[in-house]
Each structure stands twice: as C-alpha cells, then as structure tokens.
C-alpha cells in the first residue's frame, strides 16, 4: 500500500500542545472558552480558531512564533502508527506544517525513514482543499490512499480519484474511518 498522510492531527498528536500554548500565551481566553471548545475550533484550521478565539494579527504572529518553537519532543506520533508507516510499501506527506517543523519532528521520534517525499505549501503547493499537490504526488507514485483527520486532507485525494481514510472522525469524502491504528488492518480491507 502507498500512502499519504496529513500530519498535524493524523500521524502526530499535535494538537493538545497547540491548545495548551493559546491557554499559555493568552490565559484570559480559559474564562471564555473551555479547552474542547478551542481544540474543535483549531482543529478546523489555524486561521478557522484564531478568528473563532478573536485573536489580533499580532497575537496570531505571536502564536505562530511560539508554535515553530515547540520541542519536537512535544508533538507526539499517535499509537501504532509506526506499524502502519512500516507495512506500507511508501509514504509521503502533504501538509501545511512548515518543512523544518515536520523533519525535526520525524527526527526526534525516529520516524524519518520511513517517509520517501513530504510536500508543504512552501514547495510552491497551494494549501489544501486545492488538489494540485495531491495530484503530483499521485502522479509521482500512484498512491493508493490519503489519511486525515479532517474534510480538508481528504477532498483533494477524491479529487485525484484516491481512496481516503478518516482518522478520529468522521465526514462525507471519508471511504472509511479509522479510530486507532491498532483498526489499521481491518479499516484497509474495507476500501
């Protein structure tokens, strides 16, 4: 199986640390919003939950600053998706995470070798729902399949004519849904 992977909420556990550095950076906010409402809200996108949390241009940059600076040690791969990375015949990564972000990532948790090609924005990719960098990498190594935990990972893969994989969700574009790796198998015999 080829495979591509979102990376924020869908190989790494991202998102605790993300919500635990808005409630660090701007403490008020915990009086207005609990920390699923925020999580929720993130999880739609960055822009989505700072809108949502009414931050300013400058709070939003001092956020995204911070968020670079996160130990890699921090952003932890969800259980069992090192099995899965270790079946699969290749893997590949599309996501709006910077480049260094993901290679220091990958790195700090050992997880480096198992990707052949990882696409950013920065690549000169529009942002997903386009479906431009999924289309090349498609092309590239004719995938079989996209994993994500958003609508958003998985409109391009339809798109480009993949098969998709929700991860701790559920949406109309999703084939299947995934709640554990540990499912991985089971959910594959499905699509």
């Not at 993901?102 to 997903?128: C, M, N, S, W």
């Not at 994993?147 to 339809?158: C, E, F, N, Q, V």
Request: glycine fraction near 4%; charged fraction near 25%.
């Amino acid at each position: 199986m080829k495979l591509l992977w979102d990376f924020d909420g869908t190989l790494f556990d991202t998102y605790p640390a993300y919500v635990e550095t808005v409630l660090r950076l701007f403490p008020q906010l915990a009086q207005q919003f609990s920390y699923d409402d925020i999580l929720r809200e993130m999880k739609v996108s960055f822009s989505h939950g700072f809108r949502y949390l009414g931050l300013t241009a400058e709070q939003e940059a001092n956020y995204r600053r911070e968020n670079l600076a996160l130990p890699p040690e921090l952003l932890r791969p969800f259980d069992g998706v090192e099995r899965v990375l270790a079946q699969a015949e290749l893997n590949v990564i599309m996501s709006h995470k910077e480049h260094a972000v993901i290679d220091a990532v990958l790195k700090a948790h050992g997880l480096t070798q198992y990707f052949t090609e990882i696409v950013t924005p920065e690549d000169g990719f529009p942002r997903k729902p386009d479906a431009a960098s999924y289309r090349y990498l498609h092309n590239k190594y004719a995938l079989d399949a996209a994993i994500g935990d958003r609508a958003l990972d998985l409109i391009p893969a339809k798109a480009v004519g993949m098969k998709t994989i929700m991860f701790q969700g559920m949406c109309e574009v999703a084939d299947v849904s995934l709640d554990h790796y540990e499912h991985f198998e089971k959910v594959w015999k499905m699509i």
